[in-house]
Each structure stands twice: as structure tokens, then as C-alpha cells.
């Protein structure tokens, strides 16, 4: 029903990890960029993380991440489940706020990160 659909998101306390998914409704190999954002409270959307395909079967894809979230996020592309999924390690309370993914105009209603002890 939705062509972005976000889960994973939950409660986890400081320096733990979550693994959100974003189901695609479509083919996500058609897809040539997909991304992530988060909103804190009181605070604007932030982009997190971008996914982009290669341009060519003997290039790769490429990533941009905030630098806020480098080295502890992942952003990675599962084509068989047409899922895109942003792995977050060593959590901290600044990462708490709704996750959502997007494509261009499109995007799901997010899912709620909340980092606590």
C-alpha cells in the first residue's frame, strides 16, 4: 500500500546498534538513488545517508554519509529483497529521532529511534 515502507527502529541504549530496513515496492535495481534522513525533536530533517547505483556493470555504487554518522552507519542495498538497509553501530542519544527513507519525492512514514540508558 505504501511505496516506502521504514521498520527496525526501537529503543536501544548508548553504544548499541539497530538495523533499520526500508522495503522498496518496486524494483529497487531500478532505483538509481535512495537515501536516508532522520528528524530529531525540535530539530529539521537531516540527511544521514545516500545510496547510488553505478552507472555501469564495471562500476560500483557509491555512498555518502553525514559526517555525523561516519564510520558507525551503514548504508547497503539487499536487490533480492528490494530492501535498503542502514546499520547503525555505536548508537548515541544525538541519533535519537524518526528515520525515514526516500527517492526523489517519495517517502515512508518513518521509524522511531530512540537511544537511552
Known amino acids: 500500500q505504501l511505496p516506502l515502507v521504514e521498520s527496525g527502529g526501537g529503543l536501544v541504549q548508548p553504544g548499541g546498534s539497530l538495523r533499520l530496513s526500508c522495503a522498496v515496492t518496486?524494483?529497487?535495481?531500478?532505483?538509481?538513488?535512495i537515501g536516508w534522513y532522520r528528524q530529531a525533536p525540535g530539530k529539521q530533517r537531516e540527511k544521514v545517508a545516500l545510496s547510488t547505483n553505478g552507472q555501469a556493470m564495471t562500476t560500483t555504487g557509491r555512498t555518502w554519509y553525514a559526517d555525523s554518522v561516519k564510520g558507525r552507519f551503514t548504508i547497503s542495498r539487499d536487490n533480492i529483497r528490494n530492501m535498503v538497509i542502514l546499520q547503525m553501530n555505536n548508537l548515541d542519544t544525538e541519533d535519537t529521532g524518526v528515520y525515514f527513507c526516500?527517492?526523489?519525492?517519495?517517502w515512508g512514514q518513518g521509524t522511531q529511534v530512540i537511544v537511552s540508558s
Open positions: 518496486g524494483m529497487l535495481d531500478r532505483i538509481k538513488v
Open positions: 526516500s527517492e526523489g519525492d517519495v
